[in-house]
């Protein structure tokens, strides 16, 4: 059983970047599910953005920034860009020591900034000498030193990025209509990811966030990716991967506003992998609300999978609202796979297999469930339980790579498919 094995399972950056054609047909799918009042912008781009600042490790921030003299820092070609600019950031390890990186211009509908790596090279961004990378136990971090990668802008378009050791990986404060694809945020000291205060209209696209953890905090707050403390309408989460960090993998804690979430897995989240003091991670795959008084809020969970976290496998977390869960597969949690009692949640077509409890509902039913059919499931009744193919790389166009893990022998319709 996965709990009593949790591991890290080796996987380096997405597989391949996306271009700007495909982030903005990606902007567009989420236009269509927000529909006509939280639509968000499709401009035009070439399929292969051409550079209008390129940085290298070797470059230098009085140089033009091309590709024969490129610039130094990450920090001076974003205080260049404009609308329509692409930043784009040859191979290498780019340490920042006293300040992050902070995004405060925006673009615009018709003319994002794009901030990428060139071609397929590995760019690691890492906070590991940043000051707040070390916050001690008990302190907090200033709003703007949160994130390797701090942004309050719309209109950005970044991808091909890993980001390492940050005070948090990437924070996005008041963030609209922005694309952040195939990127990479590991062992950061914060959350991977955090999208927070007004931000509507942005998706996440084949993330990969894992080995997070706060020791300030004990473990308590360190999420894979973090989607909180705010309201907007249309964020998209699709193809992420959220794995071994010491809190949960994803948090919609006291986030006011429907979020969207597909095609996604979270595992091994919520163990103590760094012998914290105190600890104080929860560890649930998918938690989907929480506060003090949580808000209702109808989230929409698609095609998932939670497997082999520290709590639940998913969890309503006092959110009340009617939240939408199909196709959802919960395997060898170690208490609830689906705990919805506390909400006005249908579920539908989910499977809840090896968990210690396989569902807690409230008020709503669902239908077409795994414990609607059987109250016996086991690993016989599914083709493997082999994550490897999961785990693995990505394909080559950034998607988590199909198997047929957790699938259910009989009962096609059941569960998830990744």
């Known amino acids: 059983m996965f709990r009593s094995r949790p591991r890290a399972v080796p996987c380096g950056p997405a597989a391949a970047v996306r271009s700007a054609m495909v982030a903005v047909a990606a902007l567009a799918s989420v236009a269509a599910m927000s529909g006509p009042a939280g639509a968000a912008p499709a401009p035009a781009a070439s399929a292969d953005p051409v550079p209008t600042l390129v940085v290298a490790t070797d470059g230098d921030d009085g140089d033009p920034g091309t590709l024969e003299r490129p610039l130094r820092t990450v920090q001076r070609a974003v205080d260049l860009a404009g609308p329509g600019d692409v930043i784009a950031i040859r191979g290498g390890r780019y340490p920042l020591t006293t300040d992050n990186i902070t995004i405060t211009t925006s673009g615009t509908a018709d003319a994002p900034i794009t901030l990428t790596n060139y071609e397929d090279e590995r760019v690691i961004i890492d906070g590991e000498e940043l000051p707040a990378s070390h916050t001690p136990v008990g302190g907090s971090i200033p709003r703007d030193q949160r994130g390797a990668i701090h942004q309050e802008a719309a209109h ?12 948090y990986g990437i924070y996005c404060n008041n963030c609209n209509d922005n694309v952040f694809a195939d990127l990479v945020t590991r062992d950061n000291y914060e959350s991977g990811f955090q999208l927070q205060g007004q931000s509507a209209r942005n998706l996440i696209l084949n993330l990969d966030s894992y080995g997070n953890r706060d020791p300030r905090k004990n473990g308590e707050s360190a999420d894979g990716l973090a989607i ?16 071994n960090n010491v809190d949960d993998g994803f948090d919609a804690w006291e986030f006011a506003s429907p979020i969207t979430i597909e095609d996604s897995v979270a595992y ?45 496998g998913y969890t309503d977390n006092g959110n009340a609202g009617a939240m939408t869960v199909s196709r959802s597969t919960s395997y060898d949690n170690a208490s609830e796979g689906f705990q919805f009692s506390r909400s006005a949640t249908v579920p539908t077509r989910n499977l809840s297999v090896g ?9 709503a039913a669902g239908s077409g469930n795994s414990w609607d059919i059987s109250n016996s499931w086991g690993d016989a009744d599914l083709l493997s339980t082999d994550p490897g193919v999961l785990t693995g790389p990505r394909t080559a166009t950034g998607d988590i790579a199909e198997s047929d893990f957790l699938r259910p022998r009989n009962h096609s319709d059941l569960g998830a498919r990744l």
Not at 228 to 239: D, Q, S
């Open 156 to 167: 950005w378009r970044v991808s091909g990025l890993e980001i390492v050791n940050g005070p």
């Open 268 to 312: 091994g989240n919520g163990f103590n992998r760094w012998n914290l003091p105190d600890f104080s991670g929860d560890g649930n795959g998918f938690k989907l609300g929480g506060g003090d008084p949580a808000p209702a809020v109808a989230h929409v969970v698609r095609n998932t999978m939670a497997f082999g976290n520290a709590a639940d």
């Open 228 to 243: 909180k403390e705010g309201a907007g309408a249309g964020n998209v989460v699709r193809g992420a991967r959220l794995w």
């Open 355 to 363: 968990n210690a409890t396989a569902v807690r509902l409230g008020s």
